[in-house]
């Protein structure tokens, strides 16, 4: 007997702990020109890199406005946003690396409105510090959440995911719309059409290139993009003299952290209710952007990765950690720059580790800074709007990819309903208390906890095993019904529940040419959200396909010539149809009763 050595023991407790970086299969989609375990041309990953820097930069002003509630100004405003960067780099960084802590992915950490929004109000009411102890249990939360993820798949189907990331765009439709046209939130004002035409521009041209270029062009569209929309912001008198004016007052070089100084955190209830409310909604976000990521380097995609994505949410607390430190505002991954990665066809991880690199390196120098935070709203409305457009459309191919029937129309439309409810009906949250804002006041979050909920209650009675005896006139069309069915109560994917209903009727047809049945089958199917099992059992002896020869492609070509080969050739058509369909097959017999068994991964 072999006693298992002690560091042995602890080295296994600690990978259940924290499970190492594991990478699976992927198939590139048409539109991906680079996967994330690719090694782009050095040229591509830093042009993409770029821009990736730039589009995060661009979202500093959500930072900048929280740092002037806090009235910071000057150097210490300075300070606080380049703070803020070192972290969002350390992020990105971590987010590209293959650790226990890592996605593994072109992730890029922004700081977010969410994460603004809540700095803000915590600062006003309770002060910096205590802002600072929030962070630290929104840190804890994460990395709680990260851990735990893998065992809730149960909760993210395909279709609860595909509601999350349409509702994820729904929510960037109304600021890039703002920004786009120039109007402002609750007024009357008239379209700004300076803005329009920049706008306009910077979104016409990123989508053409992403559309009819398939080379270089394609991977700079963004940069193109921003470039077609600086030069018309030019012309318009949008950006000028004044503007550049500010950006050449900046230092060239300074160290972050030596005009700002954090305060320590401090325990105050009335502050850390909302973050940890916050954490929810956060956590959903990053499941959703994980989502994203992960459907967008595999054109197989089946349902999300939620190891990589505890492996986010865990490095997302690593980050919050770092943010408490330092006295900014917690991170949290960028949806816009999803978008750019899409539109550049580049989501290698290299990518995302030199992006963090350069948010590193910009952090120490203010021109830069202020140059991007200076651009032109419109610019930043357009890339938005790009954005929303792309998560919606892959929300609902990821709803369509799965059959539905009443349950699950139910779940989908009705969550849309309740998040699209929350972001077009703001009067239905304005009475609700600060502290639950940030939950019921996110449409976001009360559609995907609706259609959670719903699609674990309608799961409450639905069997994951179905049976029919297939003695209709019709048996094929009988067992493609049922199994139809069947699919449309546990959420299969269309393809393989097809590709079963194929093999089912070929088999049918295999057992009746070959005379081995002798009355009605039992259909069985399994399913258990990764593999889809089916059990035909008939009275008669066992279908032997591995006893079948190949079946003779050229017999059948020369019909005319060789009636005999063809016959022979027919034969065998059925059994090769099943093992090309089916991903197992398995025969046997017992008590003059012959089984066939498919096997399918979902």
């Not at 109304?174 to 329009?196: E, H, K, Y």
């Amino acid at each position: 007997m072999i006693t298992p050595r002690p560091d042995m023991d602890w080295h296994n407790a600690f990978d259940r702990l924290l499970p190492p970086f594991a990478e699976g299969k992927r198939e590139k989609p048409r539109d991906m020109l680079y996967l994330a375990s690719d090694r782009p041309p050095w040229s591509t990953t830093l042009s993409v890199s770029i821009q990736h820097a730039i589009m995060a930069l661009m979202l500093l002003i959500y930072s900048m406005i929280a740092g002037q509630s806090m009235g910071l100004a000057g150097a210490q405003l300075r300070d606080f946003l380049a703070l803020g960067m070192l972290v969002m780099g350390l992020g990105t960084v971590l987010n590209g690396l293959t650790t226990r802590f890592s996605a593994g992915h072109l992730l890029i950490n922004q700081q977010g409105p969410l994460n603004i929004t809540i700095f803000i109000a915590v600062v006003e009411f309770s002060g910096p510090g205590a802002a600072a102890g929030g962070v630290l249990v929104y840190a804890l939360m994460m990395l709680i959440l990260g851990r735990f993820l893998p065992l809730l798949r149960v909760l993210f189907p395909a279709e609860v995911s595909g509601v999350l990331l349409v509702l994820l765009g729904m929510g960037l439709v109304p600021v890039g719309i703002r920004r786009a046209s120039g109007l402002a939130a609750g007024t009357l004002n008239p379209l700004d059409p300076s803005a329009v035409l920049i706008a306009a521009v910077t979104l016409g041209t990123i989508f053409g290139l992403a559309v009819w270029s398939p080379g270089r062009a394609r991977i700079l569209a963004l940069l193109i993009g921003a470039a077609a929309g600086l030069l018309v912001a030019v012309l318009t008198g949008v950006l000028g003299s004044a503007e550049l004016a500010r950006v050449a007052a900046q230092p060239m070089f300074a160290l972050p952290g030596e005009y700002y100084r954090p305060a320590p955190p401090t325990w105050v209830p009335a502050a850390i209710v909302p973050y940890l409310l916050g954490s929810i909604m956060a956590a959903v976000d990053t499941v959703g952007s994980g989502v994203m990521i992960d459907k967008m380097n595999n054109e197989r995609w089946r349902r999300p990765d939620l190891p990589m994505i505890g492996r986010l949410l865990n490095g997302l607390g690593l980050c919050h950690l770092l943010s408490a430190l330092t006295g900014t505002i917690a991170t949290s991954i960028s949806s816009v720059n999803l978008g750019l990665a899409h539109v550049t066809g580049v989501a290698a991880r290299r990518a995302g580790v030199v992006t963090g690199l350069l948010l590193i390196a910009l952090a120490l120098l203010p021109q830069i800074t202020a140059f991007v935070i200076l651009l032109p709203a419109p610019i930043v409305g357009a890339i938005l709007i790009y954005t929303a457009a792309y998560m919606m459309v892959s929300g609902a191919e990821l709803i369509l990819s799965r059959l539905l029937n009443a349950r699950r129309r139910a779940t989908v439309g009705l969550g849309l309903v309740a998040g699209t409810a929350v972001f077009m009906v703001p009067e239905l949250t304005a009475q609700v208390p600060l502290a639950f804002k940030p939950i019921l006041g996110s449409g976001l979050v009360v559609g995907v906890f609706c259609a959670m909920l719903l699609n674990f209650i309608f799961r409450i009675g639905v069997s994951q095993q179905g049976e029919c005896v297939l003695d209709g006139a019709g048996p094929q069309a009988q067992a493609t019904r049922f199994l139809e069915d069947r699919g449309a109560d546990w959420g299969a994917r269309r393809e393989v529940i097809g590709r079963a209903g194929l093999a089912v009727g070929e088999a049918l047809e295999a057992l009746r040419t070959a005379g081995v049945i002798a009355g009605p089958a039992r259909l069985v199917a399994r399913f258990d959200e990764y593999t889809l099992n089916l059990l035909i059992d008939y009275p008669g002896q066992a279908l032997h396909l591995a006893a079948m020869p190949a079946m003779d492609a050229q017999a059948l070509l020369d019909l005319d010539q060789d009636e005999e080969a063809f016959e022979a050739a027919m034969a065998t058509l059925s059994g090769a149809l099943i093992r090309h369909l089916a991903d197992r097959v398995e025969t046997q017999e017992q008590l003059n009763r012959g089984q066939l068994r498919l096997s399918f991964i979902h």
